[in-house]
């Protein structure tokens, strides 16, 4: 079963930066595509931004377009998400995920890692 670790997390001032990363046991067919989401408290769970290994494409939620960037380090198996000029309502806790492409749901999920920022 293929597991997702994310870590990076932690708290920062408003325009702070943060770097999280993921990193998958394997790489398999099921990783091909990685999202990166979060949950703010009292809020529905939001996608922030997603990474396919083929052709590294990239899609990103509108309000953090500009801000945050994901990359990805293929000998690691791991993905990044570089969160710049942070501001407090990016406040949540962040997950990555994992699926086969966009054809298919998120099926493979991390633990989470709480961003707090500070205004």
């Known amino acids: 079963q293929v597991q997702l670790v994310e870590s990076g997390g932690g708290l920062v001032e408003a325009g702070g930066s943060l770097r999280l990363s993921c990193t998958a046991s394997?790489?398999?067919?099921?990783?091909?595509?990685m999202g990166w989401f979060r949950r703010a408290p009292g809020k529905e769970r939001e996608f922030v931004g997603s990474f396919s290994w083929s052709g590294r494409s990239t899609l990103y939620l509108d309000s953090v377009k500009g801000r945050f960037t994901i990359s990805g380090d293929v000998a690691k198996n791991t993905v990044y998400l570089q969160m710049n000029n942070l501001k407090p309502e990016d406040t949540a806790v962040y997950y990555c995920?994992?699926?086969?492409?966009?054809?298919?749901?998120?099926?493979?999920w991390g633990q989470g890692t709480q961003v707090t920022v500070s205004s």
């Open positions: 394997e790489r398999t067919l099921r990783t091909e595509n």
């Open positions: 995920a994992a699926r086969v492409n966009w054809r298919h749901e998120y099926d493979i």
